[in-house]
């Protein structure tokens, strides 16, 4: 299986059941390696999503080692990251921006992205979509509290996380050769899939969505 074959597969989860659109963003840091906020040079565009594929031109994901790669975990009604273009959601998810034990949470995430040596995406895939932009907010935010060490501000319904595709060119992403890390799929379970009930144990989150 070629890595574009893998990347569609990783997909194939957050599309599942959806006609819509998958947001993608790729970013060069290239122009001040030095600024760790930094964006630099970015553009956007959108795929169609139905049937549980994603109609992704490989030619957009070009390899280019100055190049990283985002992708929206949500599906969207119109070709728009704005929040109103929110229309639902397989996932929970969480951007751990510190180092954490993720194989011994409960519930287990059913995908994990290792995106750099001690940092992660994990998600945890649903019975039932959520289809509200405010509920997708409050199961951010209340998996954020429960399960320290995430990205407090990484709870929009449209957030971007990185795709396992591209490298990590963060300055403080480096490995101690120098080079890049390239973001990983570490834990692929597509059929470990969560009924609400799952998360009866996990606290209210503190402030109100």
């Known amino acids: 299986m070629s ?21 993608f963003t790729k970013a060069d840091r290239s122009q001040d390696p030095e600024d760790n906020k930094r964006w630099g040079e970015f553009h956007n565009w959108y795929a169609e999503s139905g049937g549980g594929e994603v ?9 280019n080692p100055k ?11 119109e070709d728009s990251r704005l929040q109103s273009k929110f229309q639902h ?5 969480i951007d751990f921006d510190q180092p954490v034990d993720w194989q ?14 001690k940092k992660h995406h994990c998600y945890w895939l649903l019975q039932e979509p959520i289809t509200d932009v405010n509920d997708m907010r409050y199961w951010c935010k209340r998996f954020l509290e429960y ?6 501000s990484g709870f929009d319904a449209t957030q971007l996380l990185k795709l396992p595709w591209g490298l990590n060119l963060k300055l403080g992403s480096k490995l101690s050769d120098g080079s890049h890390w390239v ?10 899939k969560y009924a609400e009930t799952a998360f009866e144990h996990i606290p209210e989150p503190s402030v109100s969505i």
Not at 3 to 23: H, K, Q, R, T
Not at 55 to 63: A, C
Not at 89 to 93: H, K, R, T
């Open 183 to 192: 973001p990983k799929v570490v834990k692929f379970e597509p059929d470990l």
């Open 3 to 23: 890595n574009y074959d893998n990347l569609l597969a990783f997909l194939a989860p957050f599309v599942e059941g959806s006609d819509g659109y998958i947001g």
């Open 89 to 93: 959601s397989n996932v929970i998810w």
């Open 147 to 152: 399960f320290s060490g995430g990205d407090e």
């Open 104 to 117: 011994h949470f409960n519930p287990a995430p059913s995908i994990v992205v290792q995106t750099s040596e």
């Open 67 to 77: 190049w990283e790669y985002y992708f929206t975990p949500a599906v969207l009604s």
């Open 55 to 63: 109609d992704l031109p490989f030619e957009t994901l070009s390899e």
